[in-house]
Every structure is written in C-alpha cells, then in structure tokens.
C-alpha cells in the first residue's frame, strides 16, 4: 500500500514539473496526468503491468507539453518515469506475497533508485552531446539511430543468452540436444 | 529452475524503444534522453542477472498429530548462488492442509547466504499428508528477470482421526475363551455371579454357598461368568460417501472407527479391520496398543474408490471374520452393494450391528418443491432401509456427526438385549 502511494506521489510531482508551463496545452496535459493517474492506480488494482506501461507512455508524451528548459529536465523526469513503473510494478509483485521483510523492500528500491541514477547521468550524457551538435542533421540522426540500435542489440543479445531456447525452457518431454545427438 | 523475462521487462524496453524512435524521427531529443534511463536500468538489469542456485530444507517440529491440531514448520532456504535475488516461496498448497501465511513469503537473499522461515500447518481432515516441496518465484535484484520451480523434499505429516471417548460399547452376544472384559453367557471362574446349583467333585470349597447349604441341607456352590474378550471386526464401507465443504461421511466414519477399536482393544478385544468399498483392504483382529496404531494407520488409508465391481462376502478372506466375531459395520447406507453385503453377513448368522454414519447433515434438499418431495422420498427409503435391517436382527446406531456416539450404541445395546433370542438364532 505505501509503495502504491509512493508510485502516484512521483506521479504527481512528474505532473508538476509539466502542468505549470504547459502554456496553451495545459488542458491537453491536465488530461493526460489525469489519465495516467487512473491508468496508473487501474493498474497496480488490477494487477496487470500494461496499464503502468501505459501511464509512464502518456507522462512521457505531456512532457512535450512544457515550453522551456526540457532538455535540462528530460534526465530527471526520465528517472523519475522510471522509479514510477519500479514502484507500481513492486506493487503488483508483492500482491501475492504475505509477509515481507521490509529491509527487503528497502534493498530493491534502493537499487531501482541507484539505476535511475545512473539512467540520469547517461541521459545528462546524452543531453550534453545534443547540446554540443551543430543541430539536426541527417547524418546525426544516424549517428543516434546507430547508437540506439547497438544498444537494443546488446540488450537483445544479453536476452536471449540468458533466457533463450536453452535446456530449461524445453517443453515437457522433448528430447535433450544430448539425447537428439545418441 | 526455469528462468524467463519478468512481464515488466519487455514492457520496458517497448517503452524506451518507443521513446528512442520518436525522438529520432520526430526531432526531439528530449523523448530519447527520457527513455535513456529505461535502456540503462534493463540493460543493467539483464547484464547483472544471473541464475540462482537455490535449495531448501524443511523440517516439522512432529510429524504425527490429531486432525485440526497446528504443527511448527521450519522452511531454510539457501542461495549457494554469488549474487543475491529476491526470492517469493510458500509451501505447495493441498486442500486438507491449512499453511499460515496462507500466502507467499518474500525475503531477499544474498549470495551464498540462507534465509529461515516458519510455517504453521494445520491438517484439516485425518490422513497421511505431505508438506512441501517449496514453489518458488526467484528475481534478479532489479526484477528484470525470474526462474520459477519446486525446491526442497515433501515431509510426510500423519494426521490422526479425533476419537470419540466411548463408555457405552456394544456388547458382544458371543465371546472367545481369552481373559477379557465381557461378561461370557458360559459359566466357569469369574466375578459375576450366575446361579447356585450343588456340589460336584472337583468344585472349590471357597465356591460353597454357606447360606443356600444350609437352606436346602446339602452342599451348594456358586456359578460364575467368566470375563472373556471377543472379536471385533469394523467394517468400513468406502464405497460411497456425502460431502459438503464441511467434511463428508467418511471422515466421521473413520473417527468412529478409530474412536471403537481403541475402546475394544481397551477392554482386551481383539479387533480387526475391514475396509470395504471400490478396493478391498483388511487387518487381521488382534490385541494391544500395537494393533491400535496398526488400525489407525491402515484408517489413514482409507478413501473412496470409484467402483462398479459387486463384492459379496467370499471376497472377505475368511481369517479376517473369525467364528463369533462381532461385526460392526460402519456405513453411511448409501450404496446398494453395501447393504447387500450386511444382509449377507447377517443371513450367514453373524453376530452384527450397524453404525449408520448419517448423511442428512451433509446434505439438502434442492430449491424447487419437486427437490423437496425427492429429499422426503429419499429420507424414506433410508428408514425403509434401516427397517429391513432391524428386520433381520440388525441394531443400527444412527449417528449424526455432531453428537456422540455413545448415546446412539446405548440404543442398540436395547435393540439387541430385546431381540436376544432372535440374534443368538
């Protein structure tokens, strides 16, 4: 319960960093954070982590909804989105569990924290390099498209040899590689 | 253990995947800076995510108690693993054993580190159950990834059948030569006494009635009964049984059964059992504390077994039901193949009762006036059944589970001294 009310309290402070400045889309944000905060609380009730999923899309997307200094706030409000779905996903998680000890809880989002730390700071990184170019340039983009796409093939490939085809996701009964090769 | 992506983590990626492709093709960094963080923390997650090696002992503080009673449980987990995971367990769930928490047990474990729980578990229903083995739901620090299994091996729990204290028992019309508690219709050395008839060589002098020598003028001495055992054989019908969520006939009956032969082996009977139904299972009559657990054991095994096979008395073997032996048939009268054995039993001159392990509480007439009429119908045909029986010489105690036995062996005692001479037939 209070790492459910933890989530909708960063909800709440990520609405305000945008709700202030959103100028004429005010409306138009106000709306989102509202439907991320019911999409949010939809969530961690029904405990199903698609609604979560959701909320941090459409906080995310009323980001854009502020006029000034974004690109100076995008790192905080990155691991801000970030410690939300933590805390919401947590919330789902420990459902089912009874009795916990709250040291446990501490470690874990402790650790969710310290991530969204180090997300910051290679966001800062990256905010400093966008700050640094000349401006939009095709061959720019496909610089940060490379990038983007060496990193989701690092993750993909740290993925699949961990819990890929493998001998423990074999369904029941089929033969072994070892048994295939006698 | 079987290890996959845990469902936040594709959810995740799809975001920061999203957020990178907007941003790219839209031309706001922003959007890109604001997924960066999702990048990091699976990339992170996944690179420092690695399979734990869990195992897991469990021990009960006693493994032998009485249905209902709560027994500690001591649940150790280790992680022989190097890096710590975040581990969900509870013990594998049964519907005849009640575990608190009722739900799973998070802790978080470190790398080559060991975590103690309790448990405490309580069997609902008399029988031989099995705690454990342990599921378990294991993720990396970050949550990133689980692996799911079963660790640890099931401990065997007895639970024994709450007996009834039974003063009232059902006196046996014939009983064996052995020293025992009941009354024998023969006369010889005993302590009740039976008649006065005259001195025959070979009679005690401490037997001699002064009073009734000097009445009649010549030597009389006293006639005894002696106090010999009998034989008991329980007859268990495990061919049917009505249920409800509160229990079923079964579970009384084993209770009865269990409460009966500790009052008969109590009083130096020999008692055996027979458990009758869809498989056929017996324990010879015999003596003593032994044969006690001996019984009860075999109670435990006790269940019901689906069966269209029609069984008569030569499938008992004939060991089992000694000459004399009173047989006390434990049924709730609901199967047609039961009722024809008792007959049977009776028609072959058997010294028997039952004890009808009454299904009414377990059962309730449906929603529609024709429900009714067919719950009245079949309440009748049960006291048609149970008339045919005392009929033939057969005391039925009708049992409800929420009463004590003894009252409803009282009533057949009646029955059977009333038709004594019939029954002895």
Not at chain 1, 64 to 68: E, F, G, M
Not at chain 2, 313 to 317: F, K, R, S
């Given at each position: 319960m209070i790492i459910a009310v933890a989530a909708l309290i960063v909800l709440a402070g990520l609405s305000a960093l945008v709700l202030p400045d959103a100028g004429r889309a005010a409306g138009l944000a106000w709306l989102g954070a509202g439907a991320a905060a019911l999409l949010l609380a939809a969530g961690m009730a029904v405990a199903s982590p698609t609604p979560v999923h959701a909320a941090v899309f459409l906080l995310g997307a009323i980001f854009?909804?502020?006029?000034?200094s974004r690109l100076l706030l995008a790192p905080l409000y990155g691991a801000g989105l970030l410690v939300m779905a933590d805390l919401a996903i947590q919330t789902i998680e420990l459902r089912v569990v009874e009795r916990i000890a709250p040291e446990a809880i501490a470690t874990r989002t402790g650790a969710a924290l310290a991530l969204a730390a180090v997300g910051a700071c290679a966001s800062v990184a990256a905010a400093i390099a966008v700050n640094a170019a000349p401006g939009r340039s095709v061959a720019l983009t496909a610089l940060g498209a490379l990038v983007a796409v060496t990193a989701f093939a690092a993750i993909a490939r740290l993925a699949r040899g961990q819990y890929g085809p493998r001998e423990g996701r074999r369904p029941p009964g089929a033969p072994s590689r070892g048994d295939r090769a006698a | 253990m079987r290890g996959s992506l845990a469902s936040r983590t594709p959810g995740l990626l799809a975001l920061a995947a999203t957020g990178v492709v907007a941003g790219l093709a839209s031309g706001h960094p922003e959007l890109v800076l604001l997924a960066a963080p999702f990048l990091v923390f699976a990339g992170a997650g996944l690179a420092l995510a690695s399979e734990p090696r869990l195992s897991a002992h469990i021990a009960l503080e006693r493994t032998r108690l009485l249905e209902g009673e709560a027994v500690k449980t001591t649940v150790t987990v280790s992680n022989q693993a190097p890096r710590a995971v975040w581990l969900e367990f509870a013990p594998a769930r049964s519907a005849q054993l009640g575990i608190e928490p009722s739900g799973a047990v998070a802790v978080r474990l470190a790398g080559g580190g060991e975590a103690e729980l309790e448990f405490v578990v309580r069997p609902r229903r008399w029988g031989a159950h099995r705690v454990g083995p342990l599921l378990v739901r294991a993720r990396d620090p970050l949550g990133v990834a689980t692996w799911e299994g079963r660790i640890g091996v099931p401990v065997d729990l007895r639970a024994f059948p709450r007996e009834q204290r039974l003063r009232e028992l059902v006196v046996p019309l014939r009983t064996q030569p052995?020293?025992?508690?009941h009354v024998a219709r023969a006369r010889g050395e005993g302590i009740e006494f039976a008649d006065v008839r005259p001195f025959r060589v070979g009679?005690?002098?401490?037997?001699?009635n002064w009073r009734a020598t000097a009445r009649r003028g010549s030597l009389q001495v006293n006639d005894r009964h002696p106090e010999h055992s009998s034989d008991v054989v329980l007859l268990l019908d495990t061919y049917e049984e009505a249920r409800d969520q509160a229990g079923g006939t079964l579970d009384s009956a084993v209770r009865a059964a269990a409460g009966l032969a500790r009052a008969h082996l109590a009083r130096r009977d020999r008692v055996g059992v027979v458990d009758f139904g869809g498989t056929l299972q017996w324990l010879e009559p015999a003596f003593g504390t032994t044969q006690a657990y001996r019984i009860v054991d075999a109670l435990l095994a006790s269940d019901i077994a689906f069966s269209y096979a029609w069984r008569d008395?030569?499938?008992?073997?004939l060991r089992v039901l000694p000459p004399g032996a009173l047989i006390l048939a434990i049924t709730p009268l609901l199967d047609d193949r039961s009722i024809g054995l008792i007959i049977d039993l009776r028609r072959r001159g058997c010294d028997l009762t039952v004890v009808e392990v009454s299904p009414l509480g377990h059962v309730s007439p449906g929603p529609s006036s024709s429900d009714a009429v067919a719950y009245r119908f079949w309440r009748l045909e049960r006291e048609a059944r149970r008339a045919q029986l005392q009929a033939l010489g057969i005391g039925v105690a009708v049992w409800e589970h929420?009463?004590?036995?003894g009252p409803a062996l009282e009533g057949v005692n009646a029955f059977r001294r009333s038709a004594r001479h019939g029954l002895l037939a």
């Open positions: 854009l909804a502020r006029r000034d | 052995a020293l025992g508690a009679d005690r002098v401490r037997r001699v008395v030569e499938g008992i073997p929420d009463v004590m036995l």
